[in-house]
């Protein structure tokens, strides 16, 4: 097996690129622009050169080269066929394929929520841990269900859509998704931002967040650690939600670790005091004990599973 | 590898068994009881004893044999340790090595509920898919969670603790784990009795129910089958809320298929009409298409999945 191998991470804007050793030291990352005009054709060869230049660059032979991992937005199935990543503008294409012509190096493909899921598993922090759930609480909440150290995709692709698992059956505004009542209407920035919308509309109790122009989940969390009451409330309704909806996962594969992550896990540990409050009451007791730690890898997460995903691939 | 092997299924009364083929054909099935005095000291002894004795009645010899798999109630641990099965008496052993050592050939062993799952996607209602979720609706709910052909048993062994997925906040009697609001305190055949003794005591409104003492499930689905429309909206509240619970799950590991065991199930399809109708309305679009199917092997569900796991273990 050669001792090196590349992770690349395809975004709408930018793909991110790294060089891995075969034990997951990142030597070397960079970013190219995603040219995703004409239906994004150019995505792909740009990658291929890139990786190549890299290798010319260090005067690396192919045999010193594993092989690329490559994620991008959208359904991926087990044979490297990406299915509308809308984002790069591809329609249905075989990219495990279509790169490996273009790189002339083994080729493996993953969706990228999934994908950033065995990063955290690998390297960040679930660390080794191979039964943890990953939580990404972004604009939307995202998931990545690992069990015995492989991501589980699901028959449809469909695997780890936590996000959308019902929680609150007196909801009356839809989600994204076209349903009512789904986690990530509370428990996402978006979610935590609407929760404090509907508080602040109850009454008139004074709180630092009444002077805040669309308040943020931001400004919850930093109101919550200067001790604001009604900042706290919110806190308190986010954590019921997630830590139900968390407790719900639990019951399905009892992971080891909660590994949160996404730009709300920025507001630190504070939020597990919310959080397993809440999944604690919920959970069955034989769960009851699931760690929470946050999510390690930020944005760099997607090229360290890619890499991962290549190196278990071509073993 | 051997022609042959044993699956069994100890459980608190009696010891199921059943000689298979390598390929899963059952061809012959017997039953011993379980002597769980002193400690259940003597239920591994006569289980050897027994496949002992019927090798020696057909002239097997050990190379004949792949192995004995082996499930009894209670958590087991990758290394064979069963904690505390209290149904046989016994505390925290290493059942694997016990046995392997008194009937001397490989063996291999699992939870009950876990291997039945087993048994349900190799020869029952799964029917060869490797991704699917066996829901057992008994006196409680069991859930069997299968990824790419393996049980999902998770960290502490609670994986496919489906029943007490949290479902109603506004519960007010406790499920037998503590919890308030658990999936199998409305699924369950016991669950299903307490709706229908919930749903008679409201109002006067004739239905064929009121003249039986201590509805059943099995009552309740009779009568909706006879057009009853008291058992009707009974059956709409056990779907709304099966419905749900089997959403969420789908929303984890995303499954091919439901397959749905245990007495309940004996109502046939007629459950399907329930359930899936508000798991439509409940589950992540990506999901909506997931198979209902019943389980196809009643109590030899055990005695199957047994041998798949030796069949598997020792590949």
Known sequence: MGKFCYGVDIGGTTVKMGLFTADGELLEKWEIPTRTEEAGKNVLPDIAASIRENMAGKNMADADVIGVGLCAPGPVDDSGVIYKAVNLGWGVMNVKDEMSKLVGLP???????????????????????????VVTLGTGIGGGVIVNGKVVS??????GEIGHIHINDDETEECGCGNKGCLEQYGSATGIARLAKRRLAEDDKASTLRVVDNVTAKDVFDAVKAGDE????????????LGKGLAAIAGVTNPEKFVIGGG????????????????????????????FVLAKLGNEAGIYGSAKLVIDGVK
């Open 107 to 133: 080729v493996m493909v993953g969706n990228d929520a999934n994908v950033a899921a065995l990063g955290e598993m690998w390297k960040g922090g679930g660390d080794g841990s191979n039964n943890i759930v």
């Open 154 to 159: 699901g028959f449809n692709g469909a695997g």
């Open 230 to 241: 009604v900042a706290i409330e919110i806190a308190e309704r986010f954590g019921d939600i």
């Open 264 to 291: 709300v896990s920025k507001a630190g540990d504070v939020l597990f005091e919310y959080i397993q409050k809440y999944f604690v009451k919920y959970a069955f007791h034989g769960c009851r004990d699931t760690k």
